[in-house]
């Protein structure tokens, strides 16, 4: 099973029971992405838009998925202008995304007409472009410190004020060609756990909130504002999402 190494992504995996050959690693949305095309895992929770891609040979599990309504505080565009004044410009974008770094130029090009150059980029306090895009832990712990970029763009309250839809980063997705009975036992082990894990994300946090330097009350209320059971809300913005990407193809 792959796993996103992010802390939004801790109440499916804290505690999950493993059966005999089951095996969690750790990878980045884009390079999860990459593994999932070369079929090098059972399931995971994929990036949105590697899964929209690759759905001829996944299929979804349950409504399992990670989503918000509003802001996140984990998808940042941290910028030295205002958002209306990138047009132009350079930004560099972390290597780990491919939902993000997508919405953020569906956003850019179709709600304000703006055309960016995307970059890789280094550490964030090592960067000349103009904006740099983080998402994850990174995000959340280079925003805690910020001081180089006044502006702080939450892209998924972006996608929220002009679409009034969710923004769905990821959904839980399991190869097509796997047995009937190890899609059930996946499922519910992960339906289960996350049951568990919902009511004591206070205690999820204890860790993270030494290693990122958030205080553990902000990072409850940060996972607290993720859905993990997607809604007929979510689903249309997942089909929204869809069509406005494809768009750009």
């Not at 939004?8 to 089951?22: R, T």
């Not at 902000?218 to 406005?244: G, K, N, P, V």
Request: proline share 5%; with cysteine; net charge neutral.
């Amino acid at each position: 099973m792959a796993r996103i190494p992010y802390l939004n992504c801790a109440p499916f995996f804290a505690g999950l029971p493993l059966k005999p050959g089951w095996e969690v690693v750790d990878v980045a949305p884009r390079r999860l992405g990459q593994m999932a095309e070369e079929g090098k895992f059972l399931a995971g929770v994929m990036s949105l838009a590697d899964y929209l891609r690759l759905q001829d040979r996944f299929e979804r599990i349950g409504p399992l998925g990670v989503a918000v309504r509003g802001r996140v505080g984990s998808a940042l565009l941290f910028s030295r202008k205002p958002l209306r004044q990138l047009d132009g410009a350079c930004v560099a974008v972390t290597d780990e995304t491919s939902t993000t770094a997508l919405l953020l130029r569906v956003i850019l090009e179709q709600r304000y007409h703006l055309t960016v150059r995307l970059a890789p980029h280094a550490h964030p306090t090592q960067q000349d472009a103009d904006a740099v895009l983080l998402i994850g832990d990174e995000a959340l712990r280079f925003g805690s410190v910020n001081r180089l970029y006044p502006f702080e763009i939450d892209v998924a309250f972006e996608w929220w004020l002009w679409q009034h839809l969710p923004c769905v980063f990821a959904v839980w997705a399991i190869r097509a060609d796997a047995g009937a009975s190890t899609k059930r036992e996946v499922s519910e082990a992960l339906q289960r756990t996350l049951a568990v894990n919902l009511r004591r994300l206070d205690e999820l946090v204890i860790q993270p909130a030494a290693s990122l330097h958030v205080p553990a009350e902000d990072l409850t209320m940060y996972l607290s504002r993720f859905i993990y059971r997607l809604s007929a809300e979510e689903e249309r913005a997942i089909q929204r999402f869809a069509q406005l990407s494809q768009s750009m193809a």
